[in-house]
């Protein structure tokens, strides 16, 4: 090769490379995409609820009886008839019945729920100051109760009985009364063993069904008899009905039986 040639050869191999690579003809990066945090941020959208979580298991309540268990206090105890208040203290009602019974120089039973006796405990010791029976109907009015564990039974009973004596210190608590007569056996236990006497009734007027007051007194009179335990209730509604009917029934049957404490 003449050297010439090379010459021309050698430059023209150099301009290939550079041409190809030199210093400022680096190729550009590849522009990146907009980058996120110029780019408007989408509104992130709430993630849906889950809708197979497991809800807490609740303990299974135990099955009703087909029979209620035995041992149960329908009966006054005496010649005389029992009258029961269930549902209360409630500041409407519960004075009022509360001024019948004192004007009929007669007493009465009330089945207090804890809570209420909470709330107004102020009445809780007008019912013992008054010379009346007191008688737990549970913290919060649990038709269920008697359908649960023993411990759980125990519980409210108790923190019903500390809640009357709260309002009324040393006051006995004879009865205890399920709501909705829904007893069990076990219930009748734990009852017996917290020094509770179940108590159950014989006259129902379903008066917490708001009948009238005609009604709730042919109810409670066709079905009365000596020794009869009537429930009623002073609270857990309207009660206007209750009242009027109490203010027929209680002289009449005071007249025709004697109201009498339960025993
Ligand atoms: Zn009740």
Not at 79 to 95: E, I, K, Q
Not at 225 to 244: E, F, I, K, P
Request: proline share 12%; aromatic share 4%.
């Amino acid at each position: 090769m003449r050297p010439r040639t090379v010459l021309v050869f050698a430059l023209g191999l150099m301009l290939l490379v550079t041409g190809c690579g030199g210093p400022g003809k680096t190729p550009q990066k590849v522009a990146a995409p907009p980058s996120a945090s110029a780019a408007p941020k989408p509104t992130p959208s709430p993630k849906p609820k889950p809708t197979h979580t497991t809800p807490p298991a609740k303990p299974k309540l135990r099955p009703l009886p087909k029979q209620l268990p035995a041992g149960l206090h329908r009966r006054s105890g005496s010649p005389g008839v029992a009258l029961t208040f269930d549902d209360g203290p409630d500041p409407r009602y519960t004075p009022q019945i509360l001024a019948q019974l004192r004007a009929a120089h007669v007493t009465a039973t009330f089945c207090v729920v804890g809570r209420q006796a909470k709330r107004h405990p102020e009445l809780v010791a007008q019912i013992v100051r008054e010379g009346h029976q007191l008688c737990n109907h549970s913290w919060r009015h649990d038709v269920d109760l008697g359908r649960r564990p023993l411990a759980a039974i125990r519980a409210d009973l108790e923190r019903t009985n500390r809640a009357i004596h709260a309002a009324a210190p040393n006051a006995p608590i004879t009865w205890f009364r399920q709501p909705g007569g829904r007893w069990t056996a076990e219930e009748l236990t734990v009852a017996r063993q917290l020094g509770l006497r179940p108590l159950h009734w014989s006259v129902d007027p379903q008066d917490w069904d708001h009948p009238p007051a005609k009604k709730i007194i042919k109810r409670v009179e066709s079905a009365s008899h000596h020794g009869s335990v009537v429930l009623m209730h002073d609270a857990g509604g309207d009660r206007t009905q209750t009242m009027a009917a109490c203010r027929h029934l209680i002289p009449d049957l005071k007249r025709r039986y004697g109201i009498v404490r339960l025993r």
